[in-house]
């Protein structure tokens, strides 16, 4: 295809592609405040949807729409396919966990208590790691999970991260300090704090 300023659907790529900038650079915060990587780059995101094609790009796909990859990135495909260790996901997942626990709200919703249940109970099942998984089961059973609150949740996920945390012979976190380790997401205008009830009753 090429840039042509009557193409119906440029508008549309421009906004996913700027979607995948807007992506691309909360994720880069992350791994920036978690591993001091350079700043994220502006022009150059890591997959970008053009309806015209560049000599500095190499397209994966063939379509009415052409997904490019960098060539840092197509010519380098053991890199971007390694498959992720066990503590690599285990650390992932434990982010995303402790993440929710701290967004968790004070009073949640019924529906939200079960999905936190139930979200544990998933785990058990589909966690891409069946040898963890079959001792997260283990470790659900003689510590049911707890979610009546943020505070109940929160020292209920750190208390059953420290039980996996002994098993691997690691040391364990004092639950009481956990909200110092993990805070919420640092949205603006507080996007993306979880909803909870403002009334006790119902639950
Ligand atoms: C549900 C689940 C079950 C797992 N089961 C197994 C298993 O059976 N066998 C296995 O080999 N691996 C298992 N893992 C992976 C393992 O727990 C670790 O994630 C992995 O070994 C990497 O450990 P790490 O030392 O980098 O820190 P992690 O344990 O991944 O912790 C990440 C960070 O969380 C913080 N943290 C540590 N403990 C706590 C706590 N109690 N409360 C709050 N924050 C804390 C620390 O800052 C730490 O750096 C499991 C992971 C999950 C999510």
């Not at 994720?27 to 995101?45: A, G, R, T, V, Y």
Request: charged fraction near 20%.
């Amino acid at each position: 295809m090429s840039d042509n300023p009557m193409n119906p659907w440029q508008p549309l790529f421009q906004n996913v592609q700027k979607f995948s900038i807007c992506i691309q650079t909360h994720l880069f915060k992350f791994i920036d405040h978690h591993s001091h990587h350079p700043s994220p780059p502006k022009e150059n995101p890591l997959f970008s949807l053009h309806s015209s094609t560049s000599s500095k790009v190499s397209p994966i796909n063939h379509g009415s729409t052409v997904v490019h990859a960098p060539d840092s990135l197509s010519n380098n495909k053991e890199k971007a396919t390694a498959p992720v260790t066990k503590e690599e996901l285990g650390r992932a997942t434990w982010t995303f966990l402790h993440t929710l626990a701290a967004q968790y709200p004070e009073k949640p919703t019924r529906q939200q208590k079960k999905d936190v249940k139930e979200l544990m109970a998933i785990l058990t099942r589909m966690y891409p790691c069946k040898e963890c998984a079959d001792h997260f089961k283990e470790v659900l059973r003689a510590n049911p999970v707890q979610a009546g609150s943020h505070a109940e949740f929160s020292r209920w996920l750190c208390h059953a991260h420290n039980v996996v945390n002994r098993s691997l012979g690691k040391l364990v976190v004092p639950c009481e300090r956990v909200d110092a380790r993990w805070g919420k997401m640092d949205c603006e205008h507080r996007a993306c704090d979880l909803q909870g009830t403002t009334t006790s009753f119902g639950d």
